[in-house]
């Protein structure tokens, strides 16, 4: 499951970070209030594809010497999918509960965990984003701890085929909102624009998933990693 990863870490895993510096800062004050009355019923989510605890992995950059930290909040443990006829759902399930505030993890601090799950649509991992599994659509959920605790979802789309600057590597974006979970939860609920997205259901597509835990010395303090699975929503 490792296999094409390589490329794929040279990109930064918090994307809004450094997005926010072109034209996405306005989506970063978004999407925080937890869902504003969004309904959500779980039996959308039809999809469910799960990953193992405890498989962290170390990417080639950014991770501590002697390799990643084991760190249940960026344990990756299910990733559930579903669409209705606007909007796609993800439900991520953590081995951890987020936490709520910069917690001390072997030496470092984690100040924010950021989990993607990327679609490649056209199973191509040539087209789309190549340094991102191949990537068309984009899914991210973040949470800052640091300096201030920010938990947001949001999307990307339409890649453009330019690596720099980061602002213009997609055509489209926008915020989640988030909907369930986050801080003080296992959980995230995450619901993104099916058109913006470009995802059609029915369509056979991998989806490839990435979650870490930056810390203040280290980016890639915790990893864990999911994918390529094969999938239609
Ligand atoms: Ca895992
Ligand atoms: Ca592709």
């Not at 779980?42 to 760190?71: E, I, N, R, Y």
């Not at 030496?107 to 191509?124: C, K, L, M, P």
């Amino acid at each position: 499951m490792h296999h094409q990863s390589s490329s794929r870490h040279t990109v930064p895993h918090f994307p809004g970070m450094g997005l926010a510096a072109g034209g996405l800062s306005l989506l970063l004050t978004a999407g925080c209030n937890g869902g504003g009355g969004i309904t959500f019923d779980p039996s959308v989510l039809t999809v469910a594809l799960a990953d193992p605890t405890g498989d962290f992995h170390t990417p080639p950059g950014g991770a501590p010497p002697g390799g990643v930290v084991p760190f249940g909040p960026s344990d990756l443990t299910s990733i559930e999918l579903g669409a209705d006829t606007d909007y796609l759902y993800v439900r991520l399930t953590m081995a951890g509960a987020l936490p709520s505030q910069a917690v001390p993890l072997a030496g470092d601090q984690v100040r924010g965990i950021t989990a993607n799950v990327v679609f490649d649509t056209d199973q191509n991992p040539n087209t789309g984003r190549p340094a991102e599994a191949g990537a068309e659509a984009h899914a991210v959920y973040s949470l800052r701890l640091l300096p201030a605790r920010v938990s947001d979802a949001y999307w990307f789309a339409g890649a453009t085929g330019i690596g720099d600057p980061e602002d213009q590597r997609y055509s489209a974006h926008g915020s989640g909102p988030l909907i369930g979970g986050g801080p003080g939860s296992a959980q995230v609920v995450t619901r993104f624009p099916l058109g913006g997205l470009g995802l059609v259901p029915g369509t056979l597509m991998n989806v490839v998933a990435w979650v870490g835990a930056a810390g203040q010395q280290w980016d890639h303090l915790s990893f864990d990693e999911f994918g390529p699975a094969a999938t239609t929503l």
